[in-house]
């Protein structure tokens, strides 16, 4: 809440005149959130940042889109500057397969960023554990690709231990060889 009256310049112990400039750039955010099965637990704790991205992020000139990868991609919502549009399609939010294409999902997300306004300031949020099971692309071709396009990516990591504890296991495989072979 503070303003240019509430502060005094000196120089020389002479006061100043002085102005203040202040520019808000739009921000442009793809929010890449895991969601295989692997991640499962995690779920509803990512529910919640749906408010804080209202807020916080999308603002008055900002947007924002929701990308949920396993191994496919989901665009559960393109850029809208509507709050609550994107909280709702967060709570639609449900685990899918065994497998995260996380580099994939970087790809798709820098792809989304490249069509937006040049004038708005392009971010990624990934929130997924920190290995790859299953993408087609190359690390190192994401993150130029996103370089290139002038994209931020930041990350929140989801911890691999507790992903692996608390994840549901898989039915066993029913044995190839029938009994008494």
Not at 23 to 43: K, N, R
Not at 49 to 65: Q, R, S, W, Y
Not at 100 to 105: C, P
Not at 128 to 138: A, P, V, Y
């Amino acid at each position: 809440g503070l303003e240019a009256r509430d502060f005094r310049l000196f120089d020389n112990n002479h006061p100043q005149e002085f102005k203040v400039d202040f520019t808000a750039v739009p921000i442009s955010l793809v929010v890449a959130i895991q969601g295989d099965q692997q991640v499962e637990y995690f779920l509803p704790k990512v529910k919640t940042i749906g408010p804080v991205i209202e807020n916080l992020i999308i603002g008055e000139a900002g947007e924002a889109a929701l990308l949920v990868f396993d191994h496919r991609m989901r665009v559960l919502q393109e850029f809208t500057n509507d709050g609550k549009l994107f909280t709702k399609a967060l709570d639609t939010l449900k685990p899918g397969s065994t497998t995260s294409a996380m580099i994939d999902a970087v790809f798709q997300g820098t792809r989304m960023l490249k069509a937006r306004p040049a004038n708005h300031r392009k971010v990624m949020l990934l929130i997924s554990e920190t290995r790859d099971r299953g993408s087609e692309g190359k690390l190192r071709e994401a993150l130029e690709e996103a370089e290139f396009n002038n994209i931020s990516i930041y990350t929140v990591n989801v911890n691999r231990l507790i992903s692996n504890l608390t994840a549901k296991k898989q039915a066993p495989r029913p044995d190839p060889f029938p009994p008494g072979s």
